[in-house]
């Protein structure tokens, strides 16, 4: 019953949620590849985005797009509109640098820098200068933690190495590391397809925690993740968005048939 | 004859490889599947013993009846010339040697004359009995392996015992070739330490080095070998190379690695790899002809007194030439940092700047340390150059502008000077113990380093 209740609270709220990031049109190339076809979609603030598809539908380059990480590789072209709190991202007065602050990542495979895990948090705060001294710092670097989870875990060894750590603890010091950053749009590009299933359980926790402040978008393969998790969902096939619309309505009832096969499992 | 003799052994192995793959084919009956081994283990079997045992009796018999017949004609020597020094019964044994093969000798005369016919029947009997015996082994131990061919026989496990012994021994002899490189050097440093009556500290403190200035009197004097000169001068010019290497070379491998294009890196690090491979010798003359007389000229431009060989040109090429070390190292550890590690800290927003001062280089530090480091054991044991263009003068300075001199060059000049072998080997065996520990503590060094922190990535 509780449930019931806080779930209905979540529908009504999602429309009433501002947008946070819009993309009209977006297209991308790899070199001669098409491989995003026409995209529009908006995020919504302290809201989870899944977006679901079967390998390489694109999904991922798409959440690349969203904080310019495609700038590193050469032969990608994005064209297209893509717009944080109404600015374009990709004007040209914009810093791709200062935009990656704003909207931090999360990999697929835990990355943790070969630092301490102190300095793997502190490295974000560090170089943009959120922080004043040792004590605001040991402040971000204790709360990034203790937001991600992982604080009990590390507390007494955060001089060690933090690729020391087991996959699941790597996974949510790389969260904590973004979290440090304050961003205020989180792309999570498939963050548990590397780990076991209880720490699964507990990013995915965490990701439900982690939308009280932030936007959230995660690319995931599995489904029933994104059932879990998020409150919307997009469904991209061979680079085209198939379907954007709310989980509930995705999993139960979608608009489109190949939605439909993919989630009953026909194809994918 | 012996050398044709071990060319026929060797024919001979193959023709009985060539013999026990056929009997193999034979024993099958034309089922090759009920062979144990494939014929080509028969064949192999064969021609490893065949080849080993012609080849051992051959050298064990021909080497072990030189020593013997050496020994026999040098008692005869020594009863026909009691009174004569040992060096004399030497020198009659090469001339009688000389005699007996048609060379010229130093002198002849009736002792040498009977020692040359003996020891002219006694080779001849050697030869002949070497060859003979080791080719009639060899075909003896062909034909017991080829007696041995049967479907059960295993030649494939026998045959890859064999060469594993092989590459055993190969490995024994590189490890005692060291070790019996590193005992001599050891000896030897002990025998000139004993020289110099064991007043290490004037070797290793004194600033004074002409060791062969006393030798007419065939003593050295422990006054003049104070080898801190060497040291200093060594130390210097390594120092001067490496701050010319180390920045240059680091910021090539971090260009090539992490700004440079494909095409730029295609014909970049081939083009930076040429640098390693010219001759040091050409190094040397380019930094006598070309920049040390630059320098020099640049110098008294600046109302500077340069010597005409100083240790700053040396270092300055020197480093040049490390410069493909560190760079070519350096770009490989670089480059073997994961794209992942950038593309979380491209995610954070930082700057690419920050990202290879902060992420990629603390990574790639091991790699890059040891890198350095053998680009240091490089300048520390490197010669031509310095002799070229440092100049040999002993001279204690801590001045770039000053000619110097180093451990290396010292012993090229002790070596090949016209002193007797004997009295500059002293010196230049402990120079070149001095120079190997270094290195060696610079590589363990290196190794370790390496070590430590390379399972931190995997």
Redesign the interface.
């Known amino acids: 019953m509780d449930s019931m209740t806080n779930m209905r609270m979540s529908e009504a709220s999602i429309e009433a949620r501002d947008i946070k990031m819009s993309t009209k049109g977006v297209d991308v190339f790899y070199g001669d590849t098409h491989a995003i076809k026409d995209v529009t979609v908006d995020i919504l603030d302290n809201t989870v985005t899944a977006f679901i598809g079967p390998s390489g539908c694109g999904k991922s380059t798409f959440l690349r797009c969203l ?1 310019r ?1 495609n700038d ?1 590789i ?1 032969v990608c072209r994005v064209t297209g509109d893509i717009r944080l709190d109404g600015e374009d991202i990709y004007a040209s007065r914009v810093d791709p ?6 909207v ?4 697929q ?1 835990p ?5 301490s895990i102190y300095d793997n948090i502190a ?2 705060p560090k ?2 200068g959120l922080v004043g001294n040792k004590a605001e710092l040991d402040e971000v670097v204790e709360q990034s933690l203790r937001r991600a989870a992982i604080w009990n875990e590390v507390k007494d060894r955060l001089d060690q ?1 933090g ?1 020391g750590l087991s996959g699941g603890q790597q996974q949510r010091l ?1 969260i904590a ?2 979290i440090a ?1 304050a961003p205020e749009v989180l ?1 999570m590009d498939e963050p548990c397809s590397a780990l076991d299933p209880i720490a699964t359980a507990q990013i995915e926790e965490l990701i439900d925690e982690l939308r009280a402040d932030f936007s959230v978008v995660i690319v995931t393969h599995s489904m029933q993740q994104a059932a879990r998790v998020s409150q919307k969902t997009a469904f991209f096939h061979l680079g085209d968005l198939v379907e954007y619309n709310d989980t509930n309505h995705i999993f139960t009832n979608p608009d489109d048939q190949r939605t439909q096969d993919y989630i009953t499992g026909r194809f994918g | 004859m012996l050398p044709l003799t071990a060319l026929l052994i060797f024919g001979l192995a193959i023709g009985f490889s060539i013999l026990a793959r056929g009997r193999a084919v034979q024993v099958s009956a034309g089922k090759l599947a009920s062979l144990h081994s494939r014929p080509a283990y028969h064949g192999l079997y064969s021609f490893l013993w065949v080849l080993i045992v012609g080849l051992v009796v051959l050298i064990v018999l021909s080497v072990g009846w030189r020593l013997w017949l050496d020994a026999q004609l040098m008692a005869d020597i020594r009863a026909a010339l009691p009174d004569a020094p040992i060096i004399e019964h030497d020198l009659i044994l090469n001339d009688a040697k000389a005699i007996s093969d048609g060379t010229l000798a130093s002198r002849t005369g009736e002792v040498r004359t009977s020692i040359a016919a003996a020891y002219g029947s006694g080779n001849t009997l050697r030869v002949w009995v070497s060859v003979a015996l080791a080719i009639a082994s060899a075909v003896g131990v062909g034909f017991v392996t080829l007696a041995k061919i049967s479907p059960d026989w295993r030649a494939r496990n026998r045959s890859e015992n064999i060469i594993q012994v092989i590459l055993w021994f190969s490995a024994t002899i590189a490890i005692l070739t060291t070790v019996g490189i590193v005992l001599s050097l050891i000896f030897e440093t002990l025998t000139f330490f004993n020289q110099i009556g064991w007043r290490v500290d004037k070797f290793l403190y004194g600033t004074r080095w002409s060791p062969l200035s006393g030798v007419q009197e065939g003593v050295i004097d422990g006054d003049k070998v104070g080898a801190l000169p060497l040291f200093t001068g060594t130390l210097l010019i390594t120092v001067i190379a490496m701050l010319v290497a180390v920045p240059i070379g680091l910021f090539a491998a971090i260009y090539l690695s992490d700004f440079a294009g494909p095409r730029v890196r295609a014909w970049a690090k081939p083009m930076l790899e040429i640098l390693a491979g010219i001759p040091t010798v050409v190094y040397g003359f380019f930094a006598a002809i070309t920049v040390a007389p630059f320098i020099r000229g640049s110098g008294e431009a600046l109302g500077l007194s340069v010597a005409s060989e100083s240790a700053l040109a040396a270092g300055v090429v020197m480093g040049i030439m490390i410069i493909p070390f560190i760079s070519s190292l350096s770009d490989d550890v670089i480059n073997a940092v994961p794209q992942s590690l950038r593309d979380g800290s491209y995610g954070l927003g930082a700057t690419k700047a920050e990202t290879i001062r902060q992420v990629v280089l603390p990574a790639a530090l091991p790699g890059i340390v040891s890198a350095v480091l053998l680009g240091v054991s490089r300048a520390v044991g490197e010669t031509m150059i310095v002799v070229m263009a440092a100049g040999q003068g002993a001279n204690f300075t801590a001045n770039p502008l000053e000619a110097v001199t180093t451990v290396t060059v010292q012993i090229v000049m002790l070596i090949t000077g016209d002193t007797d072998a004997k009295t500059a080997a002293g010196p230049a065996f402990t120079l070149g113990f001095t120079l190997f520990c270094v290195t060696l503590i610079l590589n363990m060094i290196a190794l370790s380093v390496v070590r430590k922190y390379r399972e931190m990535y995997d």
């Open positions: 904080n990480m590193t050469e640098v200062q935009l990656r602050a704003r931090g990542m999360v990999f495979k990355n943790p820098f070969p630092k490295y974000g170089i943009h190495p690729t790389c590391r973004a950053t792309l």
